[in-house]
């Protein structure tokens, strides 16, 4: 049997892998929110200090500030990645290195080709819809909502089609194991569409908290906490997806590659689980 049926065969659904990481996020409360609340803390104080004054009103809409946070996510997604691979690892010097270690460089060029491409790829809207649903005499929430995930939706399906196409470099980059943008196409043929269904599904929930973040500043009072507090929660949930992310993408990538965590170097039987898993 070739190794793409054999990989195939292996992998587990989609469904099972994001029961599996909900269960992981719950194991790991703690990494997850000494990472997570900074981060909707630096969004909700950036929001506040911009709102609050006046002189930085022009500053509000830069794209500085999603290329700010894109970086800092993939530092969030790296230090997941780390906590999936090194999850059942025996306690030594080896794990805790490659626990601590710092985000690979290639890593953070990956995230900012990707975020190109998605500045790119926004000239591709929908227009109108808003007005539309207006005129269908919608909700004003539902028009706030549907017009901001609508008029973003092709964009997002073709940058999705594209990240998806390469997102397991980013496992093997979080292990420190050599890969290039070709094997990680190669390797990822057979769940290239669970890999697409993860990306977009994760990204059109975050569009979508985007939206109900936008609607929330509408219903609470005009307060300049009012738009810091629905950015920081729109972070969270940033940051909750992104576990999903990175969950599923390690333990996809550990099944396609039969990687095995570190072992110490005076370990009896060092590379036997490798050798058992390649065997069956």
């Known amino acids: 049997m070739s190794d793409r049926l054999v990989a195939e065969h292996n992998v587990t659904p989609l469904p099972l892998l994001l029961v599996d990481s ?16 900074p981060i909707a803390g630096l969004s909700a104080a950036i929001t506040y200090l911009l709102d ?3 002189q930085f009103v022009d500053l509000r809409n830069h794209w500085g500030w999603d290329f700010l946070f894109a970086l800092i996510y993939a530092m969030f997604l ?29 890593f953070l ?17 929908l227009l ?25 939706l092709p964009h997002l399906l073709l940058w999705a089609t594209l990240f998806a196409g390469f997102a397991l470099v980013l496992p093997a980059l979080s292990a420190a194991e050599p890969a290039t943008l070709g094997k990680a196409w ?25 939206g109900l973040s936008v609607w929330g500043i509408q219903l609470l009072p005009k307060k300049p906490w009012a738009a810091a507090a629905m950015a920081g929660a729109w972070r969270l949930v ?19 590659t039969d990687w095995q965590p570190p072992e ?16 069956a």
């Open 238 to 256: 940033d940051c909750l997806l992104l576990t999903m992310v990175g969950h599923v993408l390690a333990t996809l990538w550990r099944q396609l």
């Open 186 to 210: 190669r390797l990822g043929r057979p769940v290239h569409g669970t890999l697409f269904a993860l990306v977009f599904g994760a990204a059109f929930l975050s569009l979508l908290a985007l």
């Open 109 to 125: 060029g990956f995230v900012t080709t990707m975020f190109l491409a998605a500045m790119m790829l926004s000239w591709v809207q």
């Open 52 to 54: 609050a004054k006046q």
């Open 78 to 106: 790296d230090r997941w990645i780390k906590e999936t691979l090194v999850d059942d690892a025996s306690p030594c010097d080896e794990v805790d290195n490659l626990r601590r270690s710092t985000i690979a460089v290639r």
């Open 264 to 279: 110490p170097e005076d370990h009896p039987y060092r590379g036997m689980a490798r050798s058992r898993a390649r065997k």
């Open 128 to 152: 109108g819809i808003a007005d539309t649903l207006t005129d269908w005499g919608a909700p004003t929430g539902v028009t706030v909502v549907a017009s901001t995930v609508l008029n973003w």
């Open 22 to 37: 909900l269960a992981f996020w719950l194991r790991n409360q703690a990494v997850f929110w000494l990472a997570a609340l």
